[in-house]
């Protein structure tokens, strides 16, 4: 009997609309992204706390694209928030190739966005 994972990983549409624009070029984003979540679902928080929030605690991983040579720093870039210790959204999704860096507003309003579509919120 497998026990299942304690930590609910929701996605914002930003992160679909992305990917699924991704998934045009990289045929095996899916799989690159499966083992992020997985480590997600674990209680794992990869990668380095985005600075400049005051009320979210943001964070920005690398994830290797297997369809490219570059290694981790050509790759993909996932913005994810914890919102509680047992819930993490998937925030925006990007390819370092395609964009340099998100800003902090554009991440502000993507979670914003997320809060009103969405029962998920901070229980403070």
């Known amino acids: 009997m497998t026990e299942s994972p304690s930590i609910q990983v929701f996605i914002a549409d930003a992160f679909k ?10 045929r095996n984003i ?8 997985e480590q ?3 209680g794992d928080l990869p990668g380095d706390r985005v600075p400049g929030f005051a ?13 490219i040579q570059k290694g981790k720093s050509g790759s993909y870039r996932v913005i994810y928030q914890s919102i509680v210790p047992t819930t993490i959204v ?3 999704l990007y390819a370092k190739s395609d964009q340099d860096d998100v800003t902090l507003d554009e991440i502000c ?11 998920v919120t901070d229980s403070k």
């Open 109 to 119: 309003t993507i979670i914003e966005k997320f809060q009103a579509d969405s029962e």
């Open 55 to 67: 009320d979210y605690v943001v964070y920005k991983v690398r994830v290797k694209n297997s369809d």
């Open 17 to 26: 609309r992305e990917a699924r624009t991704l998934k045009k070029r990289y």
């Open 90 to 92: 998937l925030l925006y």
């Open 40 to 42: 997600l679902q674990n």
């Open 30 to 37: 899916e799989s690159d992204l499966q083992a992020l979540i």
